[in-house]
């Protein structure tokens, strides 16, 4: 496979010191913010303190937060040591280590997240056929082969080198995972609308009491799917903000023939540390936001909620209840 421009004799090229240590200082940050929240996510659904987290939904959250878990805990920590190696030019690690687990988790993470925006798709779609379909065994054996399928095509890697590889990656595991969840985002928005107006003229009806009763309960399911799909709607969002510059990159790194090996360095290390940002900032996106899940945490963490803080009773009610019913 040749290009016009892949730009491979920059490999051979020192980067400036200033971006290595620049590249190496963000590696630590998002180290710092990726490990915690990702862990709690983690832990929250391995633990499930309340009994509410083991559904085939939150075994894909398991995985994209065991994936990104991983980029805070080796892959950053890798880009660490790489790059201030890199600054010092001491050439004790080796770059093909950074590649690897770069493309394997990135590969990972990115083929989860269409596995989550499927299953959403699914539940508003089709909320009856998805409880018997999706089941926590099937959500936990394609979670494992996504690990295994990003673990195989990752080796590609050392057939055709970074910048080439970025490139097919690009065009395989990125754009066929923006289609997917363009397709859902879609499918999603045009259930919950048709949804939402049945349930309108639902109510604008007369019912016996059962069936108001069994109508009450479609319609909390239905704003409980809604919320989930909305806040994965953003993570969706933080994909395509994040991914697209990270494609252009991508692009001008094989394409752009006038480009200099500084600023083939430069995006280099920056799609790197847009990827690793993704992973960051995922569960303070998504999981943060759904109340199962901020329970779990506050619980964890040995902090009240907003809710439990608001049902203590104040020291003044205390005394008015001692008032009005004092001992015989």
């Avoid at 080796?74 to 770069?102: G, K």
């Amino acid at each position: 496979m040749t290009f016009p421009a892949t730009n491979n004799h920059c490999a051979t090229v020192h980067p400036p010191t200033s971006l290595s240590y620049f590249t190496a200082s963000l590696s630590v940050l998002l180290a710092i913010i990726t490990i915690p929240g990702n862990f709690l996510v983690f832990l929250a659904i391995i633990k499930d303190p309340f009994r509410n987290l083991k559904t085939p939904f939150n075994y894909f959250m398991l995985s994209l937060a065991a994936t990104d878990l991983a980029v805070g805990a080796i892959l950053d920590p890798i880009s660490v040591a790489y790059h201030i190696d890199e600054a010092l030019q001491l050439n004790v690690v080796d770059i093909t280590v950074l590649h690897i687990f770069y493309f394997i988790l990135s590969t990972a993470s990115i083929l989860t997240l269409a596995a989550l925006a499927m299953d959403r798709y699914f539940a508003v779609a089709s909320p009856v056929k998805y409880k018997t379909m999706v089941t926590s065994k099937r959500a936990i054996l394609v979670s494992v082969s996504i690990w295994i399928g990003a673990l195989g095509f990752s080796f590609i890697y050392f057939k055709l080198g970074f910048i080439v590889y970025s490139f097919v990656f690009a065009n395989t595991a990125v754009f066929t995972t923006f289609l997917v969840l363009i397709f859902v985002h879609v499918g999603i928005l045009k259930r919950l609308r048709e949804r939402s107006k049945y349930w309108r003229d639902q109510r604008a009806m007369n019912y016996a009491e059962p069936e108001q009763q069994e109508n009450r309960n479609d319609i909390i399911n239905t704003k409980k799917e809604g919320k989930a799909a909305k806040a994965l709607m953003i993570i969706l969002l933080a994909f395509f903000s994040s991914l697209t510059p990270a494609c252009v990159m991508i692009y001008l790194l094989n394409f752009c023939s006038k480009c200099s090996c500084l600023v083939v360095h430069w995006l280099r290390d920056l799609k790197i540390l847009i990827v690793l940002c993704n992973s960051g900032i995922n569960p303070y996106l998504y999981a943060w936001r759904l109340p199962q899940f901020n329970k779990a945490f506050y619980k964890f963490l040995h902090l009240r909620s907003r809710d439990q803080r608001n049902n203590v009773p104040t020291t003044s009610t205390l005394s008015v209840g001692k008032t009005e019913n004092p001992r015989p």
